[in-house]
């Protein structure tokens, strides 16, 4: 039992219920309870540990890293907590219940045995400074209303392909003049029943000032047939086109929203000169990795410590003759797409990324293979000059590249031939001097 802390709990954290597991420090003895998941409980549980503990601090073992019963521990400095990793939770509960059974009260004993005996490979919760969470929060629900743009631009492209399709010839779906003219005009028949100069206007007031481009969709307007004359799919398509293209509208209000405050946080980070010096990582990716990397420089020792937990390196599976490469399934998600999105980027920029890729290509490696073969050199010079505080400079890592290289040999001289009479034949050898 370890003796600097006065006691360890485990919590089986739930929607409405928590189950703990108290064992103090010298005992074998546990106690169990349960906690009402309100912050009056919590406000309770936790102030009637400090009381009976003298403010010693606790270690607390949860299953999660951030969520509503971790955001309310954090803010009692008596508390530490010690997030566990569901799947060591669940590979442990097989261990001891090959049947597979289980509930919270079991489930809170398992956590504090984990606790107990394997805290040593447990790594207690730091949070980061609250500009760089707050960053990590705001880029990561920007990318779900990304998501969710696709999503609804997807919807409205289905629905106009059965009714409209010449609207995905005259817009891009998925922008805000396409989310307009689409709850303005949501079928031909009423496009065709405006006035030229309503349509004209519009495209105006939108931006679009290209009056030969503005003259060519007019004409098309003119000239379009309707897809389908069935009333029952223009009636129904129609509405969910309006619906659709105001959810859309909504949607880029609010990625508009999110990137002007995440741009403003960004610019004051201090590591923000040193992200945005990377090739590929423009307004939406330089926030992203500095989210990715924290400002912890402690928290990672090796390149190959963010190289794994990122999911880019693959996984060697390897017993007797057989041996299995396939990539990393547990892992941040978003965390390996924001360096997959970087890398893929970087190719346009950067001439070694590019070349690179291409040799990975060559070798008959599928695109995603390549890419992340990129990421994983790009997290190396990434790591180097984030632990640094160094902005990059491709000049000094092209002449390490350069010089990694292997050195071709200098071409000899050309020499001067001529023909030489030897044993009376003719053969060619080199002039001597």
């Not at 600097?4 to 309870?33: M, N």
């Not at 309770?44 to 299953?63: T, Y």
């Not at 001891?96 to 079991?106: E, T, V």
């Not at 495209?203 to 047939?225: G, Y």
Request: with cysteine; net charge positive; charged share 25%.
């Amino acid at each position: 039992m370890p003796t600097e802390f006065a006691a360890l709990v485990a919590i089986d954290w739930a929607d409405q219920k928590h189950v703990w597991a108290l064992q103090k420090a010298g005992s074998s003895e546990r106690e169990t309870g349960t906690i009402d998941h309100t912050p009056e409980a919590v406000e309770d549980w936790a102030s009637g540990l400090r009381l009976r503990f003298g403010g010693q601090p606790i270690a607390v073992a949860l299953e999660q890293s951030r969520g509503p019963l971790v955001f309310a521990l954090t803010k009692y400095d008596h508390l530490v907590i010690f997030p566990v990793h569901p799947t060591t939770l669940a590979n442990y509960r097989k261990s001891f219940r090959p049947s597979g059974a289980k509930d919270d009260p079991s489930d809170a004993r398992l956590l504090l045995d984990i606790l107990t005996l394997h805290r040593d490979q447990l790594r207690r919760l730091n949070p980061d400074t609250p500009g760089t969470r707050t960053l990590q929060f705001l880029v990561e629900e920007r990318r779900k209303l990304v998501h969710e743009k696709t999503r609804y631009s997807n919807r409205i492209t289905a629905h106009l392909k059965m009714y409209f399709p010449q609207v995905l010839h005259w817009f891009d779906v998925g922008t805000i003049i396409s989310a307009d003219f689409l709850e303005r005009w949501p079928s031909l028949e009423q496009l065709q029943r405006a006035k030229p100069a309503a349509i004209e206007r519009f495209f105006l007031d939108h931006n679009s000032r290209d009056r030969e481009r503005i003259a060519q969709r007019m004409e098309q307007i003119r000239k379009a047939v309707p897809a389908t004359l069935d009333a029952a799919v223009l009636t129904a398509c129609s509405a969910a086109i309006g619906a659709w293209a105001a959810l859309l509208k909504q949607v880029l209000t609010a990625i508009a929203l999110y990137d002007e405050k995440i741009d403003e946080l960004a610019r004051v980070h201090p590591d923000y000169a040193l992200m945005n010096s990377f090739p590929g990582a423009g307004s939406a990716l330089a926030p992203r990795l500095i989210a990715a990397m924290g400002s912890q420089r402690e928290r990672y020792q090796t390149a190959q410590e963010i190289q794994c937990y990122s999911g880019i390196a693959p996984v060697v599976v390897s017993s007797g003759q057989q041996r299995w490469v396939h990539w990393r399934w547990a892992c941040p998600k978003f965390l390996r797409q924001t360096f997959h999105e970087w890398a893929l980027h970087s190719i346009a920029y950067c001439p070694w990324a590019r070349e690179y890729y291409e040799q990975q290509r060559a070798k008959g490696k599928l695109h995603n293979t390549a890419i992340r073969a990129v990421a994983f050199k790009w997290i190396r010079i990434l790591f180097r000059c984030w632990k640094e505080r160094k902005p990059y400079d491709e000049a000094i890592y092209q002449r390490a590249l350069d010089a990694r290289r292997p050195k071709t040999q200098l071409a000899a001289p050309a020499e001067e031939l001529q023909w030489k009479n030897v044993a009376g034949f003719l053969k060619i050898a080199i002039k001597e001097a």
